[in-house]
T-cell receptor
Framework: GENVEQHPSTLSVQEGDSAVIKCTYSDSASNYFPWYKQELGKRPQLIIDIRSNVGEKKDQRIAVTLNKTAKHFSLHITETQPEDSAVYFCAASKVQAGTALIFGKGTTLSVSS | SQTIHQWPATLVQPVGSPLSLECTVEGTSNPNLYWYRQAAGRGLQLLFYSVGIGQISSEVPQNLSASRPQDRQFILSSKKLLLSDSGFYLC???????????FGEGSWLTVV
């Protein structure tokens, strides 16, 4: 089955810096890669996703890149703000009915002002 | 719009006691339903998922079980809780043909 590795487990940046979180996956058939943000004590919420027919996707300060050959994808946050502090999870799955998302172990991002 | 409800929000249970967590989805039909567990430092672990009534796939062998008695209802159970069952349990749903999953608010379980 699918296995997703996520690095780093913790990341501390200064406000205004960029943050990058990287994930690798094992199943070459996976073609859907979402990112979730979880604030303390709350449920994870989808912030951006990418499908394998796209190499990069941006949404304001957030971008995700995908390298299918190397089986890795990354989350990039530019101009970080204190409210970006949270746990971020990457995930992977096939686009197929009944296929569950497999998540990485998460990255705790701390943005200090 | 679709909503997902999960309860109870928190519970403290003694070792060896039973467990029942319930989840319902509104505003959609034939959803895929999931149970995930989040323990400290272990990310989001998939426990069970269901593509229809009575259809349950188990990802992790353990003393937990899941049932789907109705289309939009998903229940997580245990006959005898272990200390290691403590964690944050999240129910989630996706559309029948979709992959994006949406989480419920979660249930904090502490086994003492």
């Amino acid at each position: 089955g699918e296995n997703v590795e996520q690095h780093p487990s913790t990341l501390s940046v200064q406000e205004g810096d960029s943050a990058v979180i990287k994930c690798t996956y094992s199943d070459s058939a996976s073609n859907y890669f979402p990112w979730y943000k979880q604030e303390l004590g709350k449920r994870p919420q989808l912030i951006i996703d990418i499908r394998s027919n796209v190499g990069e996707k941006k949404d304001q300060r957030i971008a995700v890149t995908l390298n299918k050959t190397a089986k890795h994808f990354s989350l990039h946050i530019t101009e970080t703000q204190p409210e970006d502090s949270a746990v971020y999870f990457c995930a992977a799955s096939k686009v197929q009915a009944g296929t569950a998302l497999i998540f990485g172990k998460g990255t705790t991002l701390s943005v200090s002002s | 719009s679709q909503t997902i409800h999960q309860w109870p929000a928190t519970l403290v249970q003694p070792v060896g006691s039973p467990l029942s967590l319930e989840c319902t989805v509104e505003g959609t039909s034939n959803p895929n339903l999931y149970w995930y567990r989040q323990a400290a430092g272990r990310g989001l672990q998939l426990l069970f998922y269901s593509v229809g009534i009575g259809q349950i796939s188990s990802e992790v062998p353990q003393n937990l079980s899941a049932s789907r008695p109705q289309d939009r209802q998903f229940i997580l159970s245990s006959k005898k809780l272990l200390l290691s069952d403590s964690g944050f349990y999240l129910c989630a749903w996706s559309s029948l043909s979709g992959n994006t999953i949406y989480f419920g608010e979660g249930s904090w379980l502490t086994v003492v």
